[in-house]
């Protein structure tokens, strides 16, 4: 780390821990080397291939896991995902919706 950094960072770790998350959350957001909507979109097509895969292997959902009107709900949201019906929400709009409480 170089010394500008060292004393960013020193400096960082003064402010109060609700100000430290702040400014790690745009740090972060600064170096993300995908869009959100391509990071939603890449989340959606694992998720997909995992259901898609468990459905091949035969697992199946039963009640100690999921309750039949759960595993019709997620079925369902899966399906108007996969049509394009839906499109999921950008996580910087969940964020900010959060953070306003």
Not at 59 to 76: C, H, M, N, Q, S
């Amino acid at each position: 780390m170089s010394p500008e950094a060292k004393k960013i960072l020193d400096e960082a770790l003064r402010l109060p821990p609700a100000v430290r998350e702040e400014l790690a959350h745009l740090l972060w957001d600064s170096i993300d080397e995908f869009g959100d909507s391509e990071v939603e979109q890449a989340w959606i097509q694992e998720a997909l291939r995992r259901i898609a895969q468990a459905d091949r292997d035969g697992i199946t959902y039963g009640p100690d896991v999921l309750d039949e009107a759960l595993r019709e709900e997620l079925d369902k949201r899966s399906k108007e995902i996969e049509s394009g019906e839906v499109q999921g929400i950008p996580w910087e709009e969940v964020r900010r919706n959060l953070r306003k409480g």
